[in-house]
């Protein structure tokens, strides 16, 4: 098993550019999840899906979007990259009932410039 | 809303010494505790959890927790560190009664010979 991975590792973006961010599970896990983490802040959570075909804003969902079209692909998509969006992302996943393990991606490093 | 704080950005302790990395944390209700590790440049890994029983939990690595109700407090803990040990740890409470986190801020924790 691949556990979750993470598509790309590193990019850098001007701002007003777009792009999207891959998470891939091969767990079968049901729920699915896009943190932030910056410095002092730790991780925040910015969108989650419970399942196929539905997604649910977290704490920090604004300049976000999310889609989960498939059960082991959560798309995490930036409209127009603002420099406030350089951070790293992080995606996870879970089965039902065992929140607490939370297996997480490698994470994406963004720069906004 | 739940919340969990970590006191201390650092800890700095010679190997072979004890170490104590402090949570503590704010809930409703009876609280769901958990303790994730991140090592350079990866996700974070989940560590050991407290959901009910024993006010000492065990986990991965030789690591332990101590629950302490009146003090409000989840401190992780090990009898004897390992320069290996070096990390990020976060703790992280669940919200409500799903499957979402509410992470620390996260202590870096270092090792030295």
């Known amino acids: 098993n691949a556990g979750v991975t993470q598509t790309p590792k590193f990019r850098v973006l001007k701002t007003g550019q777009s792009m999207t961010l891959l998470c891939a599970q091969d767990?079968?896990?049901?729920?699915m999840y896009w943190y932030r983490q910056d410095p002092g802040m730790g991780l925040r959570l910015i969108h989650y899906s419970v399942g196929e075909g539905t997604t649910a804003k977290g704490e920090v969902p604004d300049g976000y979007n999310v889609s989960r079209l498939k059960k082991q692909n959560f798309l995490l998509g930036l409209e127009s990259a603002a420099p406030s969006q350089t951070s790293v992302y992080f995606c996870?996943?879970?089965?039902?009932?065992?929140?607490?393990?939370?297996?997480f991606g490698p994470g994406t490093r963004l720069t906004v410039t | 809303a739940q919340s969990v704080a970590q006191p201390e950005d650092q800890v700095n302790v010679a190997e072979g010494n004890p170490l104590t990395v402090k949570c503590t944390y704010s809930?409703?209700?009876?609280?769901?505790l958990f303790w994730y590790v991140q090592y350079p440049n990866r996700g974070l890994q989940f560590l050991l959890k407290?959901?009910?029983?024993?006010?000492l939990v065990k986990g991965s690595y030789g690591f332990e927790a101590e629950f302490n109700k009146s003090q409000t407090s989840f401190h992780l803990k090990k009898p004897s560190a390992l320069v290996s040990d070096s990390a990020l740890y976060f703790c992280?409470?669940?919200?409500?009664?799903?499957?979402?986190?509410?992470f620390g801020t996260g202590t870096q924790l270092k090792v030295e010979l």
């Open positions: 809930v409703s209700g009876n609280p769901y």
């Open positions: 767990m079968n896990h049901e729920y």
């Open positions: 996870a996943s879970n089965r039902p009932g065992v929140p607490y393990e939370q297996y």
């Open positions: 407290y959901i009910t029983g024993d006010n």
């Open positions: 992280a409470v669940r919200e409500g009664g799903g499957n979402k986190l509410t």
